[in-house]
């Protein structure tokens, strides 16, 4: 399977702290998606980054891509607790766009 | 552009019964799909199509699940005979070419 693994399943830490949750993958990609998905609300797309691009920011998010090691990371800075949620990436393969999930990654941002 | 629309937001049904759910994807996209979510499983991929076409339903649990688009605006998923264990939120995600997926709202569905 495709789809991306997250880890760690949990993270907690403290508001502006920043928070880096990790993404692998098995295949080759055309591209990787983040996503936030509040309790109980349905998933925000965050950012994409395609398989020739190594970094990508907006706003205070910093996403990196290491396809050599079927990896990406999402970097949070200066977090706050409004950004308390899930995190999931996604992939599409090269041919195909059946984007899967892992079971992402809960952080809790203490205030 | 209004996002992804899906509907019924809530559904609430008996075991046996019948339930179809109904997803519009935004305008210009070609590739729409179909997940359930649960605690247990996660985010799972049912079904997807590009342009209307069913490309992979190997995410579909059993004969009961059906999946149609029969055109580039509208999508059902349909549950024939529902049953409690269906109970999940069921979202669909719509893309143009290898761009963002964008995500409805989801309904929210529990079988009694």
């Known amino acids: 399977s495709q789809q991306g693994e997250e880890d760690p399943q949990a993270l907690s830490i403290q508001e502006g702290e920043n928070a880096t949750m990790n993404c692998s993958y098995k295949?080759?990609?055309?591209?990787l998606q983040w996503y936030r998905q509040n309790s109980g609300r349905g998933l925000v797309h965050l950012i994409l980054?395609?398989?020739?691009?190594r970094e990508k920011h907006s706003g205070r998010l910093r996403v990196t891509l290491d396809t050599s090691k079927k990896s990406s990371s999402l970097l949070i800075t200066a977090s706050r607790a409004a950004d308390t949620a899930s995190y999931f990436c996604?992939?599409?393969?090269?041919?195909?766009?059946?984007?899967?999930f892992g079971a992402g990654t809960r952080l809790t941002v203490k205030p | 552009d209004a996002g992804v629309i899906q509907s019924p937001r809530h559904e609430v049904t008996e075991m046996g019964q019948e339930v179809t759910l109904r997803c519009k994807p935004i305008?210009?996209?070609?590739?729409l799909f179909w997940y359930r979510q649960t605690m247990m499983r996660g985010l799972e991929l049912l079904i997807y199509?590009?342009?209307?076409?069913?490309?992979?339903d190997s995410g579909m649990p059993e004969d009961r699940f059906s999946a149609k688009m029969p055109n580039a605006s509208f999508s059902t998923l349909k549950i024939q005979p529902s049953e409690p264990r269906d109970s999940a939120v069921y979202f669909c995600?719509?893309?143009?070419?290898?761009?963002?997926?964008?995500f409805g709202p989801g309904t929210r569905l529990t079988v009694l």
């Open positions: 995600a719509s893309i143009r070419g290898f761009n963002e997926q964008f």
């Open positions: 996604a992939t599409g393969t090269i041919n195909n766009n059946d984007m899967r």
């Open positions: 295949t080759s990609i055309n591209n």
């Open positions: 199509f590009n342009n209307n076409v069913p490309i992979d």
């Open positions: 305008s210009g996209h070609n590739s």
């Open positions: 980054i395609r398989s020739n691009e």
